[in-house]
């Protein structure tokens, strides 16, 4: 070994001319990578969490496509995209962390328990939906959606009560007694009363999710007498409820 | 390394080495020595000075980038280890190991507190720097770090970028897969 490594060492500096390189780039290049490390560790966990939400409610990948917009290119065009996305977000947000040395160390097992965590969120989101709807379909909910109620209040923003002006099999627009215009939005999962048919003019009675003018209809079924207008009458009656366009 | 009580702290010469060239030089001093021995135990003498030198001009130019978290001489191993590596891929594709050990590391590494004679210690010896070549990189590295140059696990930490609590495990595998090679020798079996 040469005993004169110190002075080769500070000759190369001054022939060189090298300058220690200014402290803001150090800084800036710190911020940027945790930033990325952050925002793509969000990515990650979030779309974890509505993977496991959608495997726990369907039971199957195939809902986890993305949609048309996720299409191209066409070899990523399958039904397990979001579980495909969320292992690529982990891997690079694991790979940008790994380059942050300090942050690695202290945070990696941090954000592992983080992902644990989502996946256990997704899970029981999906159970508590299920939960929910096994309530209000099959449970005690069953006779609080006959009685025109809703299992999150009552009566309360859940019921409207109104004249078919027209419909489509996926939207119906209701007159309510009251003047206002509704939207119904009608899906394979709401709920007639077995054999009905409803045309435009019937005065029908709706339960479902509020927003604003739009009702996402759990439930539809004909209003049968003054009684049952009045708000006194059950929203169905004892007969066996369906799913689906009547 | 003893530091006597006037002079300046590492982390001082970083702060005063970013301005003056020769709080850098002393800082070179002082660490030299044991950096180019390390640096020769990772990629042999001939190219250890290289090595030293490089990562003496890259911690220069890191100067403003240096984590006060970590300790001036694990911050200065961590470069020359990665340069020395960087370097051996290069040129030689594997990294050999140059090795002195004395009694005490090869009783460390074998785990036999039944040290041989003097001949046959020199041949055990062999074999363990033998073994160390056939090992992974990051066991032969912890291997390294913690037998040869008895860095704490804290520092190893540091060094190598892994988490603390990680190391202890990773120096009792290592010494594991090292004790398997010896014992699969059949030649290094007569020699205990």
């Not at chain 1, 999906?126 to 005690?140: D, E, I, K, S, V």
Request: aromatic share 8%; charged share 20%; proline share 5%.
């Amino acid at each position: 070994m040469d005993d004169n490594l110190k002075q080769k060492i500070l000759e190369q500096i001054e022939e060189q001319h090298l300058e220690p390189t200014p402290g803001w780039r150090f800084r800036l290049v710190r911020a940027l990578k945790h930033s990325a490390v952050a925002v793509l560790f969000a990515l990650t966990a979030l779309g974890l969490a509505g993977s496991v939400y959608i495997l726990v409610q369907n039971g199957t990948l195939d809902d986890l496509r993305l949609g048309p917009r996720w299409a191209h290119p066409a070899f990523f065009d399958f039904p397990w995209q979001l579980l495909v996305l969320v292992v690529v977000l982990g891997i690079l947000s694991f790979v940008v962390l790994r380059r942050t040395a300090r942050l690695y160390r202290v945070a990696r097992w941090w954000l592992v328990a983080a992902l644990v965590v989502a996946v256990v969120a997704g899970a029981c989101c999906a159970y508590a939906t299920n939960l929910t709807r096994f309530t209000f379909r099959a449970g005690p909910g069953q006779e609080l959606f006959r009685r025109g109620g809703n299992p999150f209040g009552g009566m309360m923003g859940g019921a409207v009560i109104g004249v078919v002006v027209s419909r489509t099999t996926q939207r119906w627009v209701v007159d309510s007694l009251t003047g206002e215009r509704w939207l119904v939005i009608v899906t394979e999962e709401t709920y007639f009363p077995s054999g009905s048919d409803i045309p435009v003019g019937t005065v029908v009675r709706v339960v479902g999710r509020h927003l604003k003018t739009t009702i996402y209809a759990v439930g539809i079924r004909p209003v049968t007498g003054m009684d049952d207008m009045m708000g006194t009458g059950d929203m169905m009656g004892p007969e066996i409820l369906v799913p689906g366009t009547p | 390394m003893e530091i006597r009580a006037q002079e300046p702290t590492d982390e001082q010469l970083v702060r005063q080495a970013l301005t003056d060239t020769d709080a850098f030089g002393m800082l070179v001093e002082r660490y030299e020595r044991p950096l180019s021995s390390y640096a020769a135990r990772l990629i042999g003498r001939q190219e250890a000075e290289d090595v030293v030198q490089q990562a003496f001009l890259q911690a220069y130019r890191s100067l403003a980038g240096f984590d006060p978290h970590l300790t001036f001489s694990a911050w200065m191993y961590r470069i020359v280890h990665n340069t020395a590596v960087n370097m051996a891929r290069k040129r030689h594709g594997t990294v050999p190991t140059e090795l002195e050990l004395d009694g005490e590391m090869v009783e460390i590494l074998t785990g036999d507190t039944d040290v041989p004679a003097e001949a046959l210690h020199q041949e055990l010896e062999g074999f363990v720097a033998q073994g160390l070549n056939q090992l992974d990189q990051r066991s032969r590295d912890i291997l390294l770090l913690s037998v040869v140059e008895g860095k704490s696990y804290s520092e190893i930490a540091d060094i190598l970028m892994v988490a603390v609590n990680s190391v202890g495990p990773s120096v009792s595998r290592a010494k594991d897969k090292l004790r398997k090679l010896l014992d699969a020798n059949p030649a290094q079996r007569s020699a205990l």
